[in-house]
């Protein structure tokens, strides 16, 4: 019997692994179907990390959390969670393998993913020069010209980073005001390889059997089409919750959620359920900061070793 299972191994899941098994608890385990640090790692620049002066990417940011979290006992188990099913106090975690392990507690950790934002073409191309990854696969477009659609943190931080690779940059964005930082703002404005294309909707992304050649945007303006030949699109519209191991057969969920699918938490983590938590951008009111998931994984835990006791 686990005291604790931990879904997800990114900084929320690894904290709280880590303040869970120094604090005492015996057996927590940590699924995390990948490599463990988080969505934090597709990240290209970090410089609001407290305490971390420098500018980083977020590989680095999270290269020695898995080493200092498994260092008091916690264990990793590289699997999927499928479904978190409740029997009275105890909880039974399902894998994808069909394995089924008891726990007296659970935090769900789980994070988001990037959300696709519904314009014709989207699913026919992703993977095929459409990305959500500036990180991962900017590289293929050194030298040439790529769109990104989107006008938050993300969207505006990655714009900056792929106009240091690329020739050319078209920010694509269906309002003329950004949701992004000021100063994020003012670093993307200063790059003179950024083209703005603002008051826009997406028509369209096409291209042929190699992948995309170009993409169709609206003006919300005056109705003109214009293309934008670029064999590279990037999409940064959000994030969806991943809330799926606590969606039960009738469809039903394990604790409350929000209409956003978002775990409806107190200051302490804990849902309605005693014994199951949720933490880091899963939950409701999440700030979405590598900092914030951290100390929810921590607060998490300390309520969780009182919880077990
Ligand atoms: P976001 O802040 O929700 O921004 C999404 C952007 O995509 C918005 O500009 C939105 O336009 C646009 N959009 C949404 N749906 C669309 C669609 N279907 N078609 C076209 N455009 C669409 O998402 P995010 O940038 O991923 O950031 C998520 C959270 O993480 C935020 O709280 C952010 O502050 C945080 N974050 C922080 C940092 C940092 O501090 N360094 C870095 C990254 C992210 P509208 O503006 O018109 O709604």
Same mark, same amino acid.
């Given at each position: 019997?686990?005291?604790?299972?931990?879904?997800?191994?990114?900084?929320?899941?690894?904290?709280?692994?880590?303040?869970?098994?120094?604090?005492?608890?015996?057996?927590?385990?940590?699924?995390?179907?990948?490599?463990?640090?988080?969505?934090?790692?597709?990240?290209?620049?970090?410089?609001?990390?407290?305490?971390?002066?420098?500018?980083?990417?977020?590989?680095?940011?999270?290269?020695?959390?898995?080493?200092?979290?498994?260092?008091?006992?916690?264990?990793?188990?590289?699997?999927?969670?499928?479904?978190?099913?409740?029997?009275?106090? #105890?909880? !039974?975690?399902? &894998?994808? +393998? @069909?394995?089924?392990?008891?726990? $007296?507690? %659970?935090? *769900?950790?789980? =994070?988001?993913?990037?959300?696709?934002?519904?314009?014709?073409?989207?699913?026919?191309?992703?993977?095929?020069? #459409?990305? !959500?990854?500036? &990180?991962? +696969? @900017?590289?293929?477009?050194?030298? $040439?010209? %790529?769109? *990104?659609?989107? =006008?938050?943190?993300?969207?505006?931080?990655?714009?900056?980073?792929?106009?240091?690779?690329?020739?050319?940059?078209?920010?694509?964005?269906?309002?003329?005001?950004?949701?992004?930082?000021?100063?994020?703002?003012?670093?993307?404005?200063?790059?003179?390889?950024?083209?703005?294309?603002?008051?826009?909707?997406?028509?369209?992304?096409?291209?042929?059997?190699?992948?995309?050649?170009?993409?169709?945007?609206?003006?919300?303006?005056?109705?003109?089409?214009?293309?934008?030949?670029?064999?590279?699109?990037?999409?940064?519209?959000?994030?969806?919750?991943?809330?799926?191991?606590?969606?039960?057969?009738?469809?039903?969920?394990?604790?409350?959620?929000?209409?956003?699918?978002?775990?409806?938490?107190?200051?302490?983590?804990?849902?309605?359920?005693?014994?199951?938590?949720?933490?880091?951008?899963?939950?409701?009111?999440?700030?979405?900061?590598?900092?914030?998931?951290?100390?929810?994984?921590?607060?998490?835990?300390?309520?969780?070793?009182?919880?077990?006791?």
């Amino acid at each position: 019997m686990l005291d604790l299972a931990i879904i997800g191994g990114g900084p929320a899941g690894l904290t709280a692994g880590l303040y869970a098994t120094r604090g005492g608890l015996q057996n927590v385990t940590m699924f995390e179907m990948g490599m463990p640090g988080g969505q934090i790692t597709g990240s290209s620049e970090i410089e609001n990390y407290p305490g971390q002066g420098k500018v980083m990417t977020g590989m680095e940011l999270m290269e020695n959390w898995p080493a200092q979290a498994l260092k008091f006992g916690l264990k990793h188990e590289m699997n999927q969670v499928k479904t978190v099913v409740k029997d009275g106090d #105890i909880f !039974t975690i399902i &894998t994808a +393998d @069909g394995k089924q392990q008891e726990s $007296k507690s %659970v935090l *769900l950790a789980t =994070g988001s993913v990037p959300r696709r934002a519904g314009f014709k073409g989207e699913n026919e191309f992703f993977g095929r020069g #459409i990305s !959500t990854c500036a &990180t991962c +696969d @900017g590289f293929f477009y050194k030298g $040439k010209e %790529v769109a *990104l659609i989107g =006008g938050g943190d993300s969207a505006l931080e990655e714009a900056v980073y792929l106009s240091k690779i690329c020739s050319k940059v078209y920010l694509v964005h269906r309002r003329d005001t950004y949701r992004a930082a000021p100063s994020t703002i003012e670093h993307m404005k200063a790059r003179d390889n950024i083209e703005e294309v603002t008051n826009v909707d997406v028509e369209e992304v096409y291209g042929d059997n190699m992948g995309v050649t170009g993409l169709k945007v609206k003006s919300k303006i005056d109705g003109t089409i214009r293309d934008l030949n670029v064999p590279g699109v990037f999409v940064f519209v959000g994030r969806d919750v991943l809330n799926e191991p606590f969606k039960q057969e009738d469809g039903t969920f394990l604790c409350d959620v929000n209409e956003q699918g978002e775990i409806i938490v107190d200051l302490k983590m804990r849902t309605n359920v005693p014994g199951i938590y949720a933490a880091g951008d899963v939950r409701i009111d999440a700030a979405k900061q590598v900092v914030c998931a951290a100390g929810d994984g921590a607060t998490a835990a300390v309520d969780i070793i009182e919880y077990v006791g």
